[in-house]
């Protein structure tokens, strides 16, 4: 698999998170043969990659093939607990479940996808399933709409280039000219909505939450079924509660950015 990169690049780790990445939700076990034709790399180099995930404790033997293990989670926990993300949203998150009876989520964005890193979800059916760490195309989401607008011209051009990861076809593919409308709009009232533009039957709104120098470091939703919920009820009921509670996250990811980083922070409604 051919990259464009520099002197530094390390070619055997970017192979060894290609075959990582391979695997897929309903296919929790890859033989050799089928990791090969995802990642496109010669069989010989995914079985040496294989074996020494293997000792390393992210994969394992299983029939007709490779799994991975629940190991690999620490990779994507570090990154979440390196932010203090959890800490700081989940109390917030839950109080406003609790008064809007619907789900919020906490997104970031990666490439031109966004990655959920927080939620708490109530239980109702939806077209599309989300946990931490699932992906969507940024410009059919009411988060990415936010974390696209808080970039700049060059950054907006930058990170639409890059391909999504998503696996999902959204229904709204807006060309340039209509996502930057869009994302002007977003700008002049502080949040976005998306209504049904990933998924039928998905609605949403979502603002910004911001650090201690008023940068937006990630986006939160509210997301509701669209036969239940009309778009009067999300906006006039629901999107005051949310913008009220980003607030707030903000405000207290702003403290803790003045903790120094000596000072052992409390490790608490950690998920699991």
């Given at each position: 698999?051919?990259?464009e990169a520099?002197?530094?690049?390390?070619?055997a780790?970017?192979?060894?998170l290609?075959v990582?990445?391979c695997?897929r939700?309903?296919?929790?076990?890859?033989?050799?043969?089928?990791?090969?034709?995802?990642?496109g790399?010669a069989?010989?180099?995914?079985r040496?990659?294989?074996?020494?995930?293997?000792?390393?404790?992210?994969?394992?033997?299983?029939?007709?093939?490779?799994?991975?293990?629940p190991?690999?989670?620490e990779?994507?926990?570090?990154y979440?607990?390196?932010?203090?993300?959890?800490?700081?949203?989940r109390p917030?998150?839950?109080?406003?479940?609790?008064?809007?009876?619907?789900?919020?989520?906490?997104?970031?964005l990666?490439?031109?996808?966004?990655?959920?890193v927080?939620?708490?979800?109530?239980?109702?059916?939806?077209?599309?399933?989300v946990?931490?760490?699932?992906?969507?195309?940024a410009v059919?989401?009411s988060m990415?709409?936010?974390?696209?607008?808080?970039?700049?011209?060059?950054?907006?051009?930058?990170?639409?280039?890059?391909p999504?990861?998503?696996?999902?076809?959204?229904?709204?593919?807006p060309?340039?000219?209509e996502?930057?409308?869009?994302l002007?709009?977003?700008?002049a009232?502080?949040?976005?909505?998306?209504?049904?533009d990933?998924?039928a039957?998905?609605?949403?709104?979502?603002t910004?939450?911001?650090d201690g120098?008023g940068?937006?470091?990630a986006?939160?939703?509210?997301?509701?079924?669209?036969a239940?919920?009309s778009l009067?009820?999300l906006?006039?009921?629901?999107?005051p509660?949310l913008?009220?509670?980003a607030?707030?996250i903000s405000?207290?990811?702003?403290?803790l950015?003045?903790?120094?980083?000596?000072?052992?922070?409390?490790?608490?409604?950690?998920?699991g």
């Amino acid at each position: 698999m051919g990259r464009e990169a520099g002197t530094d690049f390390i070619e055997a780790l970017a192979r060894g998170l290609d075959v990582l990445r391979c695997f897929r939700p309903g296919q929790p076990t890859m033989t050799l043969s089928e990791i090969a034709a995802v990642t496109g790399l010669a069989r010989p180099t995914v079985r040496r990659i294989l074996l020494t995930l293997e000792e390393l404790g992210y994969v394992r033997a299983a029939d007709r093939g490779f799994a991975l293990t629940p190991r690999v989670l620490e990779l994507g926990v570090a990154y979440v607990n390196s932010l203090s993300i959890w800490d700081v949203a989940r109390p917030h998150m839950r109080h406003l479940v609790t008064e809007t009876d619907e789900s919020t989520s906490l997104a970031q964005l990666d490439g031109s996808d966004i990655v959920y890193v927080s939620r708490v979800a109530v239980p109702k059916i939806v077209t599309l399933a989300v946990t931490i760490g699932t992906r969507f195309p940024a410009v059919a989401t009411s988060m990415g709409k936010v974390l696209l607008a808080a970039l700049t011209p060059a950054e907006l051009t930058a990170v639409l280039a890059v391909p999504s990861r998503s696996g999902i076809a959204a229904r709204w593919q807006p060309d340039r000219d209509e996502l930057d409308r869009e994302l002007r709009e977003v700008r002049a009232r502080g949040w976005a909505l998306a209504d049904q533009d990933l998924a039928a039957g998905i609605r949403s709104v979502a603002t910004g939450v911001r650090d201690g120098d008023g940068r937006v470091v990630a986006a939160l939703n509210v997301t509701v079924h669209a036969a239940e919920t009309s778009l009067e009820r999300l906006t006039d009921e629901h999107l005051p509660r949310l913008l009220r509670t980003a607030a707030e996250i903000s405000r207290d990811w702003a403290r803790l950015d003045t903790v120094p980083m000596t000072v052992q922070r409390p490790a608490t409604d950690r998920p699991g």
